[in-house]
């Protein structure tokens, strides 16, 4: 074999038993890491629900006054109805046929998933990529009203500082809810589902194409 020919060996043999590994970054290793992500109803209530192992403050404004709990739940609504104790027709007809007003509702657990999933109605998992979290994560920071400092504004807290709602952009009405909203933050992220959804039902129809049925009553 002349010495042209043990070159071509040689190279050849290092492309076939070198593994791709070594060439390849951190950034690109996590690129492909797989999250999990839930989407919850709970009565009227429907939201997103993190790991909050996946999140960080970079990530989330909000993550380091929801830091000690292991799961965190957010949501978004009419800011009067939202913060009502109970159920309140004549908000929840101000809700639905006037534009009102608009609040996130951010709320930790320190239950584990199992325990969590008991309390809800209905629960979906979705697996998404880290740009998609990061996507997501983005709509929702976007959606906080910000003061003059940047800084999240707190509207009330509730259960101790375990439940908290802030100010936020954009109005509430009959055409854009808390599912619409739900639907725009997964569109955010390249994740196609029906943005004219209004109802939890229709939401949830639209979930159950793309994600993981938990539970379903």
């Excluded at 990530?59 to 949501?75: M, P, Q, S, V």
Aim: charged share 20%.
């Amino acid at each position: 074999m002349n010495t042209y020919n043990l070159i071509i060996f040689f190279l050849i043999f290092l492309f076939l038993n070198l593994s791709l590994q070594y060439f390849v970054t951190d950034n690109q290793l996590n690129t492909d890491q797989k999250y999990t992500i839930y989407f919850v109803k709970q009565n009227w209530h429907t939201a997103i629900v993190f790991n909050t192992k996946d999140l960080n403050s970079g990530r989330f404004l909000e993550y380091d006054n929801f830091k000690k709990y292991n799961l965190i739940d957010i949501g978004w609504g009419d800011e009067e109805f939202y913060q009502h104790p109970g159920f309140d027709l004549g908000l929840a007809i101000m809700a639905l046929f006037y534009s009102t007003p608009s609040a996130l509702r951010v709320e930790g657990f320190n239950l584990t998933k199992e325990e969590y999933f008991d309390l809800s109605e209905v629960v979906i998992e979705l697996e998404i990529t880290k740009d998609q979290l990061s996507k997501i994560c983005g709509f929702i920071n976007n959606t906080f009203l910000l003061d003059t400092n940047n800084i999240p504004i707190i509207l009330s807290k509730k259960a101790e500082g375990k439940i908290v709602f802030y100010k936020a952009n954009d109005s509430y009405h009959l055409f854009n809810t808390c599912n619409t909203w739900l639907a725009k933050c997964l569109n955010c992220a390249e994740i196609k589902i029906d943005e004219n959804v209004v109802l939890t039902e229709q939401l949830f129809n639209e979930l159950s194409e793309i994600g993981k049925i938990i539970k379903a009553d």
